[in-house]
């Protein structure tokens, strides 16, 4: 067997640990330690994020997307395949050297996504991005950690806690979409969503799609037009 080349490694701001970049013959691997977090031969899962998301926004007009996780354009890919001329796709990334790896080892993996005139890449916290924007977006993407509970950086975790969800839902325009990857199920984000206003479907998805592999689950969650607290309030006593 062809052994595994390490091409890179890139620190992670607010955390000990660091990315690393892989090589084996064709196959890329991006670890943190010794976990893997994604491989070049599995995108599924990722492409699913994507697809569901997207479809639903599709038929709107002039579709704006933010995508939080550059990872190996998995997600890029499958959303510009889904989406218009029109659509204009924010790619957020934490680390420039994500950037650089999509743009010079792995440059045959993203093909021509990055060139695609409707994506804009901005190295950054997808969290600032969501913060500064007020239906600004009809979905965001996110898939910068394992799941909602950060495992690379614990910052993520401002993401997806009650307040990190209400600024989504403050993003998104009327029955814009959230969509979260995540390696496995997490009852307690399923309520966190319903709290901050949004309807919940849970999906599980394959991480190489119909070819099988571990089961991951994606959570789309639409934006309703008032808040459970809201509509407590409206409520007559």
Same mark, same amino acid.
């Given at each position: 067997?062809?052994?595994?080349?390490?091409?890179?490694?890139?620190?992670?701001?607010?955390?000990?640990?660091?990315?690393?970049?892989?090589?084996?013959?064709?196959?890329?691997?991006?670890?943190?330690?010794?976990?893997?977090?994604?491989?070049?031969?599995?995108?599924?899962?990722?492409?699913?994020?994507?697809?569901?998301?997207?479809?639903?926004?599709?038929?709107?007009?002039?579709? !704006?997307?933010?995508?939080?996780? #550059?990872?190996?354009?998995?997600? =890029? $890919? *499958? +959303?510009?395949?889904? @989406?218009?001329?029109?659509?204009?796709?924010?790619?957020?990334?934490?680390?420039?050297?994500?950037?650089?790896?999509?743009?010079?080892?792995?440059?045959?993996?993203?093909?021509?996504?990055?060139?695609?005139?409707?994506?804009?890449?901005?190295?950054?916290?997808?969290?600032?991005?969501?913060?500064?924007?007020?239906?600004?977006?009809?979905?965001?993407?996110?898939?910068?950690?394992?799941?909602?509970?950060?495992?690379? !950086?614990?910052?993520?975790?401002? #993401?997806?806690?009650?307040?990190? =969800? $209400? *600024? +989504?839902?403050?993003? @998104?325009?009327?029955?814009?979409?959230?969509?979260?990857?995540?390696?496995?199920?997490?009852?307690?984000?399923?309520?966190?969503?319903?709290?901050?206003?949004?309807?919940?479907?849970?999906?599980?998805?394959?991480?190489?799609?119909?070819?099988?592999?571990?089961?991951?689950?994606?959570?789309?969650?639409?934006?309703?037009?008032?808040?459970?607290?809201?509509?407590?309030?409206?409520?007559?006593?």
């Amino acid at each position: 067997m062809i052994p595994w080349t390490l091409l890179d490694t890139a620190p992670i701001p607010g955390s000990e640990g660091e990315l690393r970049l892989k090589r084996r013959g064709a196959e890329f691997s991006i670890t943190l330690g010794n976990i893997e977090l994604m491989n070049s031969r599995l995108s599924g899962s990722e492409e699913a994020l994507a697809t569901l998301s997207c479809e639903r926004i599709q038929a709107r007009p002039q579709p !704006r997307v933010l995508i939080g996780g #550059l990872g190996m354009g998995f997600t =890029l $890919r *499958a +959303a510009l395949t889904v @989406l218009g001329a029109k659509a204009r796709v924010v790619v957020a990334e934490l680390l420039p050297a994500v950037v650089a790896w999509a743009r010079g080892p792995m440059a045959e993996v993203f093909g021509a996504s990055l060139t695609d005139s409707r994506v804009s890449i901005e190295e950054g916290d997808v969290g600032r991005l969501i913060r500064s924007g007020r239906s600004t977006y009809d979905a965001i993407l996110l898939d910068v950690d394992n799941g909602p509970e950060g495992l690379t !950086r614990e910052a993520n975790d401002k #993401l997806y806690d009650i307040e990190g =969800l $209400r *600024a +989504a839902r403050e993003a @998104l325009r009327g029955g814009g979409v959230l969509a979260v990857w995540s390696s496995g199920p997490d009852r307690n984000f399923t309520s966190r969503l319903r709290k901050a206003g949004f309807r919940v479907d849970e999906v599980k998805v394959r991480a190489n799609g119909q070819r099988g592999g571990a089961r991951h689950v994606i959570w789309i969650a639409t934006r309703l037009d008032s808040t459970p607290q809201m509509q407590q309030k409206a409520s007559p006593n």
